[in-house]
T-cell receptor
């Protein structure tokens, strides 16, 4: 089967840096995606890692280690608007849909 | 705005009833995915269509079915509804289904409440 583990909640201060970890177990792993979802809203794509290493997109970076079945999302210079849920999701080589983790609720405080 | 539209936004119905949720993908996207989001289960993949054909099935109940029409819009049919079916149902679309990665664009969702 497949499983993804990520912390359920994280709290950080505005302006700080926060890292959200994701570990996965899956067959046919192809890549790891990250999505952001504000309360009740549509998930929106943040980042994708198909290869080991770091991908940077503005204040957000994502990292993947295939050998460790591990990835993380790094959010820098946190802003209040970053308070949201963050989901890691696995693409498998079947090429189809995303298998999401249960999400990490990030609360950014003043 | 992702360009994916879903109707209705809210739906309240009773147990045992049947409902249909509708999704229009972004212009040019051929692949449509349905997801269910409930409080205790997170985002669960239900089913995917590509250019009118079913491509993959996830944790979709037998009481649920879907189709994608020639104009590429998709409908998710939920029947014999139970209280536990209350959830937010998302539709997403992407250009294709093939790898390398295709970003999925999510619609605003339909919130279903079964009383």
């Amino acid at each position: 089967g497949q499983s993804l583990e990520q912390p359920s909640e994280v709290t950080a201060v505005e302006g700080a840096i926060v890292q959200i970890n994701c570990t996965y177990q899956t067959s046919g792993f192809y890549g790891l995606s990250w999505y952001q979802q504000h309360d009740g809203g549509a998930p929106t794509f943040l980042s994708y890692n198909g290869l080991d290493g770091l991908e940077e997109t503005g204040r957000f970076s994502s990292f993947l280690s295939r050998s460790d079945s591990y990835g993380y999302l790094l959010l820098q210079e946190l802003q209040m608007k970053d308070s949201a849920s963050y989901f890691c999701a696995v693409n498998t080589d079947s090429g189809y849909a995303l298998n999401f983790g249960k999400g990490t609720s990030l609360l950014v405080t003043p | 705005d992702s360009g994916v539209t879903q109707t209705p936004k809210h739906l309240i119905t009773a147990t045992g009833q049947r409902v249909t949720l509708r999704c229009s993908p972004r212009s040019g996207d051929l692949s449509v995915y349905w997801y269910q989001q409930s409080l205790d289960q997170g985002l669960q993949f239900l089913i995917q269509y590509y250019n009118g054909e079913e491509r993959a099935k996830g944790n979709i109940l037998e009481r649920f079915s879907a189709q994608q029409f020639p104009d590429l819009h998709s409908e998710l049919n939920l029947s014999s509804l139970e209280l536990g079916d209350s959830a937010l149902y998302f539709c997403a679309s992407s250009v294709s289904w093939e790898l390398p990665y295709n970003e999925q664009f999510f619609g605003p969702g339909t919130r279903l409440t079964v009383l």
